[in-house]
């Protein structure tokens, strides 16, 4: 499985940013995506996850604020960012598993939010 991720960005504090991430190859049909973070000197994250039947989970620093979604016909996940702080700046990676646990990753893309 290959992950393209795209988005992410310089915003400043309050506003919005959108992330997205195409899955494609073997694909299972029940299957889980999301994304981590990382911050400088921080542990990686769990943000928010998607599983292929629509049950969503997220990480509780960003619930009201972060909506994840994604298209299945098209196996690709959207991460929409809204009210963006400074404490969300982070590498974010999308992954894909066959089940909430990752089993392939995509390259990280940078948010960076100004105060």
């Known amino acids: 499985v290959q992950l393209q991720a795209s988005g992410g960005g310089l915003v400043q504090a309050g506003g919005s940013l959108r992330l997205s991430c195409a899955a494609s190859?073997?694909?299972?049909?029940?299957?889980?995506m999301g994304w981590y973070r990382q911050a400088p000197g921080k542990q990686r994250e769990l943000v928010a996850a998607?599983?292929?039947?629509?049950?969503?989970k997220y990480a509780d620093s960003v619930k009201g604020r972060f909506t994840i979604s994604r298209d299945n016909a098209k196996n690709t996940v959207f991460l929409q960012m809204n009210s963006l702080k400074p404490e969300d700046t982070a590498v974010y990676c999308c992954?894909?598993?066959?089940?909430?646990?990752?089993?392939?990753w995509g390259q990280g893309t940078q948010v960076t939010v100004s105060s």
């Open positions: 998607i599983t292929s039947g629509g049950f969503t």
């Open positions: 992954y894909y598993g066959s089940s909430w646990f990752p089993n392939y």
């Open positions: 190859g073997s694909i299972f049909s029940i299957n889980a």
